[in-house]
């Protein structure tokens, strides 16, 4: 059973990772991005062509890859989000959603719809403890996932605490127009946040990837994922964004094991309207905001 | 009708049935996104799980089909009925759920049904889907099928028009407006945005079934995300408020790969592409923009045809080239009636009818205007004056009664000022005021609309008479205005709105009627009173219960006036 | 008053010129043309009745809406530069409804005002508001009514500006609050920044200011010293009569 726990910690620290990117972006710039799961689909595929067909080293590619994420979403930002911020929020969905099948279509186009596989990032025989409570195992991999996690967490609260941009963030996520008449440059911030949502897409291709592998609609099911846990979290803060990834994780895993597989979405489904009905600040909520 | 023409087509493409499938297909595109255009464009709502009410139908019919033997018209019904059931369970919590978080909403659910589908193994085939659904027909599957498509598109065409047009459409677009605002004036929001859903699932059912029937073989993974994010692009493309945008839009969509066949360019590409770019550029659809290029560029076609061509009077040679003129009656009298703007020679011949003997009529069309040369250079008032003075000296007239309505009248101002010694009594029907008549720069835009634009040119001349209803005289009258010369039809409104004869008319001596129709909408009592006033020997006439155009109106009060002052 | 420390070395000075200034919001035409002259140094007010566009007029010269027209500084056209620059040029807005970021504490507030400056300065506005030093780690959103309007010009002060513009300071406050804010606009205008302050409370206004202009639906009704202003029958009338709230 606590094994089960841990698996599920496991899944939903990726969920908390995308949830993570997906928070920043909606905070900051009032979009939910749809094409999140494809700008980090694509990445992986990058990532993917430059270790085997280019021959370069993984981490380096990695490292390339992230930046590229980075760059992609300050484009997608700026050229595709920025010019129609004015009109309506749902204007900009839906440019999200023409981004989605843009990436799709250049994923399938250059790499086809193969599965590819991707290395694991780290290899070896997981950690073992044995006590009065059982067996209790921990995998490398989920060492990682939860280093990550950690890693990232704490960065984001420092970033936001103790730095003049990260207070620049917060400000602008709760009020971009007066944000602008304290001196920031909103334009900044927003190109940020993008960049800072397609590199966490990145991060989470890329550790996805070894267990689902590389293919057009690998993250999909990750996104869908992602948006519970956000909205598990109530949509506002990266603690709520956090746990609720986790805690979808366990959910997830333990409904897998004692009904089936094949209704996790529904569960999803579920979670997201119960919530949303019932807990519209989230299970963790502060404020809530109408954006559209 | 279109329909008509839609029916018999694939009789002359029989020996095409790959032509035949692809516009099958286009048709049953056209439905799914009438209902998305429900749901999205009219009411407001967004939904990205649209494909999976499609499912929803298609595997509906197709179990009813194939496990009980049940006609496939009904089966099809049935399958909308199914979805129209769902759409009505996702449209209770929709109502709690806005913008971004229905489109999460949706998207879970598209999912879930895909994933549902894809694991009841037992009864829907699971991953693999179920092939070889059967099509009973009769004589030609392809145009059976593609009939069966027209008609189920006909009725829904049908339907979702009548819709907009009733109190449910209109309630729909209230809510899409301003939701808060809609519930204040009393519209139930809540049933009508489950109502939305219920019906736009519906017609995805249909839809769903006749792929279902027409293709053959359906997989969970037809209906998944893509095919609901397709679908919305289709809605959006064509115009996402409006009834025919979904044809539209899937003309695109099905017909685009044929268009890149060559190159190997994916599809979702492309697709995505045209969506981004009108988003931000087409934000209401091709469908608005081909209307709009129906009423620009369409319309100049009829305009072409409905400008008049054959004069119907006289012709005189004057410094600047001819004018057009009719000449009535043989008194002893002359009569010099000066028309108004969108008007000509004959728009006097209501009056001309109840001419009494003892006078002779003279009206000419002004230059610009109807079979006249143009006037060269600006279009000015003083201009216009002048043209009629040619036409004065042309016809040797002298002590004559001038007469001059609306634009005509601030002529007939501009002309007694310059004349006074020809003009014997000066009478201004619904004239421009003495001070000139002011117009807004936004207007202008406006006026050129009616270069090309017969209806408006009718509608607004008919607006200006409303109690002369002969609609056979003012198509005449507008096949005239049809000819008006290009940059007179700003250039009137200049001129009107940059004269003032308010000093000058104070050396008239010559008795003046200022008559007026008090249902007048142009011109306010408040400028022919002070327009009566200006004048030394000024008198107000008002006339009861007629508009713009009392000459026309109640000529006979018109005669009336005439004798009275001789 | 205070010693400003760390005076702002991007700051403009100078009069202020607003000519034929004109602002759209979609089809409604808000200003519709007007001029002002705000004199470097002094406390010039704007007046008005709900929308006839005191706001709108002080966000044109902070830059945060499109306008028309022009506004230039000292002899300086500033019409080009973006609202960051404007800031970074020592115009800063302190919005309607004092805008303060209730979710942030009081210190993370008065960060953000100073999000322009290489050196973060609390000098300046601990000598004006003493009581914000206390309340550092308060989170904004729990501060009173009066003292989230302090905060709100305490930040806006964090950047050091040579024109500082109050929308409706005085809105929803107490009487007594209202007094203090007013002995603090005259207290900051003493030290040389040039305040621009729009308010609905028009006795409250033209008892501190300098020169007034009376706005009415878009465009200048009048203007003047508060003296001249209050011998004008229409101004106690209209704006005067029912004031007190």
Known sequence: ?292 | MVWVILAIIPFFLMNNAFIITILTLVGIYTIASMGLNIIMGYSGQISIGHAAFMSIGAYTSTLLVMNYNVPIVFSILAGGVVAFLFGLLIGFPALRLSGFYLAIATMGFVVAIEQLMSSLESVTGGHAGIRSIPFEHVWNSDVEKYLLVLAFAFICYVFMNRMMHAKTGRAWMAIRENEIAASVVGINTAKYKVLAFAIGSMMAGIAGALYAHVIGYIAPSDFGLSKSLDLLAISVIGGMASVDGPLYGSLIYVAMPFLFSRTHVSMSIVFGIILIFVVMFMPLGISYYLYKFRINYLNRIVAFFKRGRKPYGDFVETSFGKMHYIKRGSGEIPILLIHGNFASARFFEPFLKKLPAGYTAYCPDLPNFGYSSEMPGDVEIDKYAQGVEEYVKAMGLKDFILIGHSLGGAVAMAYAIRNPDKVRRLILIDSAPVDGMDLAEESHKLLNMYRYNPQIIKSALMFNAPTYTNEKFFDVITSDALRIAPKAFVGNAVALSSYDYTEKVKELKIPVDIVYGDKDVLISSEEMKRTAEAFPNGKLVMIKDVGHSSIIESPDEIVKLLQHRE | ?245
Request: glycine share 10%; proline share 3%.
């Open chain 3, 1 to 245: 008053m205070a010693s400003t420390t760390s005076k702002n070395p991007n700051a403009m000075s100078g009069d202020v010129e607003v000519r034929k200034l004109q602002v759209w919001y979609g089809p409604v035409h808000a200003i519709k043309g007007i001029d002002l002259d705000i004199k470097a140094g002094s406390i010039t007010t704007v007046l008005g009745a709900n929308g006839a566009g005191k706001s709108t007029t002080l966000k044109a010269i902070a830059g945060g809406v499109k306008y028309s027209g022009s506004i230039s500084v000292g002899d300086e056209l500033i019409d080009i530069l973006p609202v960051h620059k404007r800031v970074e040029k020592g115009i800063v807005l302190c919005p309607e409804g004092r805008g303060i970021f209730y979710s942030m504490t009081v210190k993370e507030n008065l960060l953000a005002g100073a999000y322009r400056r290489s050196k973060v300065d609390y000098s300046l506005v601990f000598d004006v508001f003493p009581i914000l030093k206390d309340r550092l780690n308060q989170i904004a959103g729990t501060l009173s009514g009066g003292e989230q309007q302090m905060l709100a010009i305490a930040r806006a002060l964090m950047s050091h500006p040579s024109y500082l513009l109050l929308d409706e300071p005085s809105l929803g406050l107490a009487p007594v609050v209202i007094q203090k804010i007013a002995e603090v606009i005259k207290e900051i205008n003493a030290s040389g920044i040039t305040v621009v302050l729009v308010e609905q409370n028009t006795s409250l206004a033209l008892s501190i200011a300098n020169y007034a202009y009376v706005l009415e639906n878009g465009k200048v009704a009048l203007h003047g010293t508060p003296s001249e202003l209050l011998k004008s029958d229409a101004i106690r009338e209209k704006y005067l009569g029912g004031v007190a709230k």
């Open chain 1, 1 to 292: 059973m606590i094994n089960q726990i841990i698996l599920g910690l496991s899944t939903g620290a990726t969920y908390s990772l995308v949830a993570i990117g997906l928070v920043m972006m909606y905070k900051v710039s009032g979009v939910m991005n749809f094409a999140y799961a494809n700008m980090g689909m694509f990445v992986t595929y990058l990532i993917w062509w430059l270790t085997s067909s280019v021959g370069m080293n993984l981490y380096v590619s990695i490292v390339i890859g992230i930046i590229f994420a980075a760059i992609m979403g300050v484009v997608v930002e700026r050229y595709g989000l920025r010019p129609i911020r004015h009109l309506s929020s749902a204007s900009m969905l839906i440019v999200t959603f023409g981004i989605l099948m843009i990436l799709e279509g250049l994923a399938v186009q250059i790499w086809g719809t193969d599965y590819k596989p991707f290395p694991e990032l780290v290899t070896g025989s997981p950690y073992v403890f044995r006590g009065d409570f059982g067996i209790f195992v921990l995998r490398r991999q989920d060492i990682l996932i939860f280093s990550i996690l950690l890693g990232i967490s704490l960065a984001l609260l420092f970033f936001t605490r103790y730095t003049k941009f990260g207070i620049a963030v917060r400000a602008v996520s709760e009020n971009e127009e007066i944000a602008g008449y304290m001196g920031i440059n909103v334009g900044s911030v927003l190109a940020f946040s993008w960049g800072f949502g397609a590199s966490m897409a990145a991060i989470v291709g890329i550790v996805a990837a070894p267990k689902v592998f590389v293919s057009p609609t690998m993250l999909t099911y990750y996104q869908i994922q992602g948006f519970t846990a956000a909205v598990l979290g109530g949509f506002e803060t990266f603690n709520g964004a956090i746990f609720g990834g986790l805690i979808l994780g366990v959910i997830e895993k333990l409904v897998g094991n004692y009904i089936s597989e094949g209704f996790k979405a529904t569960i999803s489904l579920v979670i997201i309207i119960v919530v949303l009905i019932f807990f519209p600040k989230g299970l963790f909520g502060k404020n809530v905001r109408g954006r559209v």
